[in-house]
């Protein structure tokens, strides 16, 4: 069948039963998802997610769990985060990453790029000690730390360097992350719904 290079992958006949992801209600899958339908629309959204579960994917209880049936032999192929895969493999699980959807999107479910979720610092507006939190806000976002959160595994790549942990540019989605959080309840409930068989009724917001 080839390699796998992307999201349009996980629907390829030999891998029907053998591909999971997290439930998407919470987290970086919840993100994902919500990117997914930004990106897609509604129909196409939907579309996705049904063929998803008609391919039998295996909704499992969080990234890590994706990873570890994966290592276990269980699975093939599973949606995780870069430091579940970078944790697995320390421990010396049998598992690969592939940043999907890196060349030209001329697939059916291709997004242009992987969806990139950037690690954050937010301040509260109005409180007394803001002064000094925006100090530590600015450790934890200057380059010596973000080396560290790479070197460790937690990041994927930098910031300010586009070139990605192999030297090769990493093709991101051009994410708005106000729209996104705006849309997020109703792409996880939709997606979910979807994943367990559950066609969306007329009353489901798009």
Do not use: C
């Not at 999201?7 to 992801?21: N, P, T």
């Not at 320390?90 to 790029?113: C, N, R, T, W, Y």
């Not at 934890?140 to 080396?147: A, C, K, N, T």
């Not at 068989?197 to 009353?203: C, D, I, N, Q």
């Amino acid at each position: 069948g080839g390699p796998i290079t992307g999201l349009s992958d996980l629907l390829r006949a030999e891998l029907k039963g053998k591909i999971a992801l997290a439930r998407p209600v919470a987290g970086t899958t919840m993100g994902h998802v919500a990117v997914m339908y930004l990106e897609w629309g509604p129909e196409k959204f939907t579309e996705f997610f049904r063929r998803l579960h008609a391919h039998g994917a295996v909704v499992l209880g969080g990234n890590s769990e994706v990873v570890k049936q994966v290592g276990a032999g269980n699975i093939l192929l599973g949606l995780t985060d870069n430091d579940d895969v970078f944790a697995m493999t320390k421990e010396g699980m049998p598992v690969a990453e592939i940043m999907p959807d890196q060349g030209a999107a001329a697939a059916e479910f291709s997004l242009p790029g992987t969806v990139a979720i950037p690690t954050t610092v937010g301040l509260v507006v109005g409180r007394p000690e803001n002064a000094r939190a925006r100090l530590l806000a600015d450790f934890l976002l200057s380059s010596g730390v973000e080396e560290q959160l790479v070197g460790v595994g937690f990041a994927a790549g930098s910031v300010r360097d586009p070139s990605g942990r192999d030297g090769k540019p990493v093709r991101v989605v051009a994410v708005d992350y106000l729209k996104t959080a705006q849309i997020m309840p109703t792409a996880a409930r939709l997606a979910t719904d979807l994943l367990y068989g559950k066609e969306p009724g007329p009353s489901t917001p798009h």
